[in-house]
């Protein structure tokens, strides 16, 4: 079993559409990362957050640290936000150690 | 300006050989990394530089060796290239090795081992 579990691991949206991408966690962490990478490959950080929420534009992420648990949010989706979502994780090993990604598809 | 900047993009080569793959980053960061993205996209670390200094090595072949001239720079190095080397190798840095530090990743170098 990873010690990062995301889901669904594809999702297919309409535009428009709001969008959950989920993450579980078994480790202690000091962060919790959401990445994307676009389909020509490079990797973007989204957010880094440890407690509570972080929103920029059409997207939030939120965390429960009690639960071990992340979302992140995709408001009024469009084809553009079509990526690979990853959640990662760092604690006291200081190196990322990421969940399995979600392939995320939204339709026009 | 590129921030994390690697090279080469893509590179085929014959099981066997040495290759390098070099990466710099122009933030002014003090740690490096080195991950690989196997072909189920999942990706894992590999190594970690903090100015200059390896601080994490995961369980990864000998025949893999970083190299850090100096903090702006680390290199990969891998000798006697296997088919199972075939993966996406991304490197990334961040401003220090504390664990909540933002990690900007390098555009990945393709590497297929025939």
């Known amino acids: 079993k990873n010690e990062v579990e995301q889901s669904p691991q594809n999702l297919t949206a309409q535009e428009g559409e709001f969008i959950t991408i989920n993450c579980s966690y078994s480790?202690?962490?000091?962060?919790l990362h959401w990445l994307q990478q676009h389909p020509g490959g490079g990797i973007v950080s989204l957010f880094m957050l440890s407690s509570g929420k972080k929103k920029h534009g059409r997207l939030i992420a939120t965390i429960n640290i009690q639960e071990k648990h992340s979302s992140l949010h995709i408001t009024a989706s469009h084809p553009r936000d079509s990526a690979v979502y990853i959640c990662a994780v760092s604690g006291s090993a200081r190196q990322l150690t990421f969940g399995s990604g979600t392939q995320l598809t939204v339709l026009p | 300006d590129t921030a994390v900047s690697q090279t080469p993009k893509y590179l085929v080569t014959q099981m066997g050989n040495d290759k390098s793959i070099k990466c710099e980053q122009n933030?002014?960061?003090?740690?490096m990394y080195w991950y690989k993205q196997d072909s189920k996209k999942f990706l894992k670390i590999m190594f970690s530089?903090?100015?200059?200094?390896?601080?994490i090595n995961e369980t990864v072949p000998n025949r893999f060796s970083p190299k850090s001239p100096d903090k702006a720079h680390l290199n990969l190095h891998i000798n006697s290239l296997e088919l199972g080397d075939s993966a996406v190798y991304f490197c990334?840095?961040?401003?220090?090795?504390?664990?909540?530090?933002?990690?900007?990743f390098g555009p990945g170098t393709r590497l297929l081992v025939l």
């Open positions: 480790v202690g962490i000091s962060a």
């Open positions: 933030l002014g960061h003090d740690t």
């Open positions: 990334a840095s961040s401003q220090d090795s504390g664990n909540q530090e933002t990690q900007y």
């Open positions: 530089y903090n100015n200059k200094e390896l601080i």
